[in-house]
């Protein structure tokens, strides 16, 4: 990240990343929207917001993954559970796919997000 940035420019750059709204970053750091907007128009502003939304992004897909896992695990417990009934494990495994079903959209938009932030 650059350090021609000032701190708060810098800060500026991980709330925006982060999906704070311009009018609260502004009131957080005494500035005007108007001067936020300008540093957006600065090469070195724009390289790190882009850099920090990439980690964010990172993140927040890990984050995603690691949940998807922890989940799995849970309901490969439960299935292989003895004493669960058969009606229990198979509303478990409903209830798991429709949460799930169309997720794999989700995936695609964060990914075609990372790769765009690549480039």
């Not at 409903?94 to 990914?111: M, N, Y």
Request: aromatic content about 6%; glycine content about 2%; charged content about 30%.
């Amino acid at each position: 990240m650059s350090t021609k940035l000032n701190e708060k420019q810098l800060i500026a750059v991980h709330l925006l990343a982060s999906g704070v709204k311009a009018s609260i970053i502004a009131k957080e750091l005494a500035i005007r929207e108007e001067t936020l907007s300008r540093w957006r128009q600065i090469d070195e502003f724009k390289e790190a917001l882009d850099d920090a939304t990439e980690v964010v992004l990172r993140e927040i897909d890990e984050t995603h993954k690691n949940l998807l896992i922890s989940s799995q695990n849970v309901i490969r417990e439960a299935l292989n559970n003895e004493e669960l009934d058969l009606f229990k494990k198979a509303n478990l495994v409903l209830r798991f796919l429709s949460l799930i079903k169309g997720k794999d959209d989700i995936t695609q938009k964060s990914s075609d997000n990372l790769f765009r932030y690549t480039l």
